[in-house]
């Protein structure tokens, strides 16, 4: 037979036997189980090798590479000293989320009582070079008695936006919930935009949250939404709008009967995936358990039109696993591992039956010439009665580190709970470190957990740790000793900071730059002035920096500002760190103060703004402030000469101000545009406080 003969004939082979693996096993990529034997065959090419380790003939050398517990040389240091709760029964770490940055962790103590029974509280605490957490900002607690404030928290990925869920909150109806976003601003916490309620009593929205990186873009779980069916659950994804609003973006993603959808809810860094856990499913045997990917995708033909796509459908293997009670997305979106906490290893001879030990699924998105499909490449398995593995996960950035806890294992003492971190290294799943254990009986150590993006630092909650007092609750949070050698010539580089904050970049465990503060031990007010020379009837807002001198820190609390107003008014207060100028145009940039109530008066033309919360600034830093009258009255603004934008328009020995851009009005909405008006200065009187260092 010639050559070409025989090219032609394995040619032809080939493609038979690949339409025949095609219409074979073209089954739905969405509706995936682990038994699915046919997906052996689509496997990704990394997997090859892994497969042909383990051969499917040879199913003892596939348990044993399946099921290794090889242990990387690495070690897990506590960072800091233990953060416990304020108050007996604050179940402080019942929820935590470390910001990706790894230098904040949130940690939601839904019993406290500052507020009312149960009304709850987040505190948030930042690491700096003293090796210790120092909380930041002000205590965030529940408006109520019975709100549960702190029962599901997360943060953006520098720290500076904080989720926040209630799911007891009673605004909209019983036990409908509520999710409230705040923003880091000078030292304190300042809600973003509108709270999220729920759509019914007894919703319990919040349950669940999650955001995106950049803090715009928030998923919110309310699993007992009746919607379709009794307690068929609901997760809803909102979009922030110019700063300001909360406004939700697609339609509602809906469980079946029972399902409770959204007790589990993560988003991709970019917000554009978000996968859903429905924990009590039935659709593999009674609460099998499933979870869903969504993708946020555009209308092929009509563009401007985006909603959310299911991608993904995955269930549990089998009945009472509680699939989806836990699930944590990659930052990318194509990784997702999933914890079914009330798993029962079945019995075969490499395995004895183990009740409720529970399980952790790791799923990866695979794309080739075959088309598409989530790709088991890992279980991980509970090893003893009731520890319940995987009642809490967290996942890494890169999708290659996954921290898992099993907070009723007796390792330590009856309930005192573990937590185990993975990576995946040649193809496996092997544990990075030894377990962390639990410090004492009872605490539930691994209730909550959260690993920063990079992998390099873990918190982990222990909601019932007696520490003063009972149920008081303890937050640990450990950093990674890589097993790395660094060579003693080794050259080191500075870390690139992270846009937009004066947050360092961390390396594993090691002491960070220690941010700028100062006391708030201030004496006594100051205020600095300019004359009222010149009125514009077209002003609708203006815009002005403050600037400390160099060699003091002041407190802004309040401003005495003239106005030409006819009827009662609300001025809008915006700021942000630095200059307003080059930002007039980006209101992303600005945090929102809140809206003040102006009264006509015939006596005081001229009332005091005082500030719900102070502006602190630290020697020579500046603050740019907005103000907006939302009736688009008419403000008096000051000047001494025509100076140009920028120039400085008065100082003391304290501050400078410099001349701001006013903003005519706009339709009557407030809206951020470019300066119009060169040479209009502040409006009226800053009062201030000069601030001990």
Known sequence: ?????????????????????????????????????????????????RESRANTKDKAARHLINESRLKLNDR???????????????????????????????????????????????????????????QIGQDITGTGPGDMEGISVAMSHHGDRLVVGAYGNDSKGENGGRVRVFHFVSLYWIQLGN?????????????????????????VGSSLNDNLGINNGQVKIYQLVNNWRWEQVGKDILGSSEDRLGTSVSLSFDGHRVAVGSPLNSHRGVASGNI????????????????????????????????????????????????????????????????ECGVVRIYKFVSHFFGAFWDKVG??????????????????????????????????????????????????????????VGTSPYERSGFALSISHEGNSLAIGSPTKDAYSINVGLCRVFGLNLSTIVPANAKTERPSEYPRTNIPTQSPFVTIIKQPSFGISCSNSFSLAT???????????????????????????????????????VLQVFTRRGSHIFYQ?????????????????????????????????????SQAFYFVLMKGGSLHIHHYAQNTLGEVDTHDENLAILIGSAIPQQGGTFQFGRPHIPGSGLVGTVQYRKCER
């Not at 095609?22 to 065959?41: G, H, M, P, Q, Y």
């Not at 709270?195 to 803090?215: K, M, P, Q």
């Not at 003893?384 to 390792?411: P, R, T």
């Open 76 to 134: 897990w240091s506590q960072k800091g000293s233990d953060i416990l709760g304020l108050g007996e029964g604050d179940e402080a770490g019942k929820a935590i989320f470390i910001c990706g940055a790894g230098h904040r962790v949130a940690v939601g103590s839904p019993q406290s009582n500052k507020n009312g029974i149960d009304s709850g509280a987040v505190r948030v605490y930042e690491y700096n070079s003293n090796n210790e957490w120092i």
């Open 292 to 355: 869903k990917i969504y993708a946020f995708k555009q209308h092929w033909l009509f563009k401007k039109r985006w909603s959310w796509t299911k991608i993904a459908d995955i269930y549990g293997e089998q009945e009472g696993e509680w699939f989806g009670y836990s699930v944590s997305l990659s930052a990318d979106g194509e990784t997702v591992a999933v914890g079914g906490y009330r798993s029962g290893n079945r019995e075969n001879v490499f395995n004895k039956s183990c009740n």
């Open 531 to 569: 004359e009222s020379t010149k009125n514009n009837k077209k002003m609708y807002g203006i815009m002005f920096d403050v600037v400390a001198s160099a060699d003091v820190n002041i407190s802004i609390k309040s401003f005495k500002i003239n106005m030409d107003i006819t009827e009662n008014d």
């Open 379 to 436: 279980e991980l398995k509970g090893k003893k009665d009731g520890d319940w593995f995987g009642f809490a996960i967290s996942l890494s950035g890169n999708g290659e580190k996954l921290a898992v806890g099993s907070y009723q294992s007796d390792v330590g003492g009856i309930n005192s709970g573990y937590v185990q971190v993975f990576g995946y290294s040649n193809f496996l799943w092997q544990q990075s470190g030894d377990n962390i």
């Open 195 to 219: 709270g999220i309620y729920g759509d019914a009593s007894d919703d319990r929205s919040g349950f669940a949250v999650s955001v995106s990186g950049d803090g715009k873009r928030v998923a």
């Open 585 to 621: 145009n980006i209101i992303n940039e600005w945090v929102n103060l809140g809206t003040y109530p102006v009264i006509v008066s015939s006596v005081d033309q001229a009332p005091t703004i005082l500030l719900y919360t102070p502006v602190y600034l630290e020697a020579k830093q």
């Open 1 to 49: 037979r010639s050559p070409v003969l025989h090219s032609l004939l394995a040619l032809l082979f080939t493609s038979c036997l690949s339409l025949i693996l095609l219409f074979r096993f073209r089954e739905n990529v969405l509706d995936l189980t682990s038994k699915n034997e046919s997906a052996n065959l689509f496997r990704s090419s990394s997997n090859i090798f």
